[in-house]
Nanobody, 130 residues
Framework: QVQLVESGGGLVQAGGSLRLSCVVS????????MAWFRQAPGKEREFVAA????????????YYADSLKGRFTISRDDGWNLVYLQMNSLKPEDTAVYYC???????????????????WGQGIQVTVSS
């Protein structure tokens, strides 16, 4: 059974940084499509970033929500089954529960859609104070 566990969340002042980590266990996740989503109170879960299997020289392609480009960076360490989300210049509107998600590269779903991913972490709170 695949398990995803997020860590690294917490309370930070506006302008600060946090790095979220997600460790995947239960099977090797190399080549999996990995993504981060977030959900603020009263809002739908929204796409943050994804690292998808590309199959070319770089192996993976990274994608970001347009509003987060330049501030958030997704990265991964396949050797340790880890995926990270580096968040810089945080704003109060970034406050949300952040979720890690995984799906085999054979999935045909859109990387930005929560429906694509069958495996999810429990979520971790990020709170940005003004």
């Amino acid at each position: 059974q695949v398990q995803l566990v997020e860590s690294g969340g917490g309370l930070v002042q506006a302008g600060g940084s946090l790095r979220l980590s997600c460790v995947v266990s239960g099977r090797t996740f190399s080549f999996d499509n990995m993504a981060w989503f977030r959900q603020a109170p009263g809002k739908e879960r929204e796409f943050v970033a994804a690292s998808t299997w590309d199959g070319g020289d770089t192996l993976y392609a990274d994608y970001y929500a347009d509003s987060l480009k330049g501030r958030f960076t997704i990265s991964r360490d396949d050797g340790w089954n880890l995926v990270y989300l580096q968040m810089n210049s945080l704003k109060p509107e970034d406050t949300a529960v952040y979720y890690c998600a995984a799906e085999p590269p054979s999935s045909s779903g859109a990387y930005y859609s929560p429906d694509t991913y069958k495996n999810w972490g429990q979520g971790i709170q990020v709170t940005v104070s003004s």
